[in-house]
């Protein structure tokens, strides 16, 4: 998602599910995109496996909505095509990295 600020900062985040810690999550702004490996770093240092197709965990939106709230953001717009064209990957294909990334988080 790419969100503005009102004082017009612009920055990119991910919200989902941290399979980890089972809960709802919302990234620091972006910094790098691994689209070879699925793979989001954040300016904050965070590392996230994106896992499963894009917007596939409806409990994340309430949490996003929250975090757009506390963080007093003023526009939102989906920006998930600037990163993944989701029409080139098949669901086969977003399985196999999803089955990837479980293997390797239980290794």
Not at 5 to 17: A, E, M
Request: one cysteine or more; a negative charge; aromatic letters at 8%.
């Amino acid at each position: 998602m790419e969100i503005t600020t009102k004082q017009g900062t612009r920055s990119h985040h991910v919200h989902g599910h941290d399979v980890t810690h089972n809960f709802a999550r919302t990234s620091s702004a972006i910094g790098h995109f691994d689209a070879h490996n699925m793979t989001v770093s954040t300016r904050s240092g965070r590392l996230y496996q994106l896992v499963g197709l894009p917007g596939n965990y409806p409990a994340g939106i309430p949490a996003w909505e929250k975090w757009c709230s506390n963080n007093c953001i003023v526009t939102e717009t989906d920006v998930t095509d600037q990163y993944l064209d989701i029409d080139k990957h098949s669901t086969l294909g977003f399985d196999r990295l999803t089955r990837a990334a479980l293997r390797e988080e239980n290794s």
